[in-house]
């Protein structure tokens, strides 16, 4: 090993480990929070005990690392899970063929958080929201949030829970990179997209990959930002909303998007495949499934 080699390598992994420790205390805030929303739920439409998360640690079964699952099976939602996850590995030749500079070095390390809630309420929005941070001879950051409403008349970029979710994500991108912000809009769009039905799978929010501007420290900022937007807007929108009644017809349609949702995730998000292939935990790679879905 190279002089170069052991510092390249040492930075790596000194990176990779801010990037863990930030994910990890994350994940216990959005989790504390979702918890005193399930306290907060009114009882006479969500009855029952609060629900509260159930964390499992595993460990891969290649290379080294793991992390810790976080499942919610609660009253006011659903389900929910909020995962992070941690590894240093080697890239399969067919996985390493798709990223940026595996094929100089196969091995990798990454950190990362996911999330997808999926309330009981027809009425309160899915989210789902994951950042990352991954290296091989090359480093980068990628991510985003996206909100799907169940219910058609919410799924309008005029919907108040929509505005609000864009306003979140677009602070978020104008206090680093201003200029970005239409650009990951679009890219979310068209990234959350079922051409086999022609439709987004709901009003987005951002999406980016393969942030390297070459200032790590812009980067991880603007990474944690997304973060902190969603942690902030989510809880507001769930608290405007659990309250109001809904209807079997309305909860007919949730379980149909919600089958959408089961569509976009096994057919076309990347973040699963990748999971899969890449050794993860399966546990926590399919929990974005819904708990009841419908196919008229």
Same mark, same amino acid.
């Given at each position: %090993? ?55 640690? @595993? ?69 789902? %929201? ?5 290296s091989t001879a090359r480093s980068w950051f990628g991510g ?5 409403? %169940?219910? %058609? ?33 679009? @890219? ?106 419908? @196919?008229?």
């Open positions: %090993m190279t002089d170069q080699t052991a510092m390249t390598t040492a930075l790596r992994d000194e990176r990779q480990g801010r990037a863990k420790t930030w994910f990890e205390a994350l994940q216990r805030r959005i989790c504390a929070e979702l918890e005193r929303l399930e306290d907060e739920a009114p009882d006479a439409l969500y009855p029952g005990a609060p629900g509260r998360f159930d964390l499992r640690p @595993w460990t891969r079964e290649t290379g080294t690392g793991g992390g810790v699952g976080g499942h919610l099976t609660g009253r006011l939602f659903e389900k929910a899970g909020v995962h992070t996850s941690a590894a240093a590995a080697v890239f399969s030749p067919e996985l390493a063929a798709t990223m940026p500079g595996a094929d100089e070095d196969p091995s990798y390390v990454s950190a990362s958080i996911s999330l997808i809630i999926h309330p009981r309420s027809p009425r309160v929005p899915t989210v789902h %929201m994951n950042t990352r941070f991954l985003g949030a996206d909100l799907t409403p %169940m219910l %058609m008349a919410e799924r309008t970029q005029e919907a108040q829970d929509t505005i609000a979710f864009h306003a979140a994500m677009k602070a978020a991108c104008d206090a680093f990179y201003p200029e970005q912000y239409e650009r990951y809009k679009a @890219w979310c769009d068209e990234y959350f997209f079922l051409p086999h039905r022609g439709e987004t799978r709901g009003v987005g929010g951002v999406f980016y990959d393969h942030l390297s501007t070459g200032d790590f420290e812009k980067d991880f900022a603007f990474t944690r930002a997304v973060g902190e937007a969603f942690l902030e807007v989510y809880p507001k929108i769930v608290r405007r909303r659990m309250a109001e009644p809904w209807t079997d017809q309305d909860r007919a349609e949730q379980l149909v998007r919600r089958g959408r949702y089961v569509e976009f995730n096994l057919l076309y998000d990347r973040g699963t495949m990748f999971g899969l292939k890449a050794g993860g935990n399966i546990e926590t790679i399919l929990s974005s499934m819904p708990p009841v879905a419908a @196919w008229p």
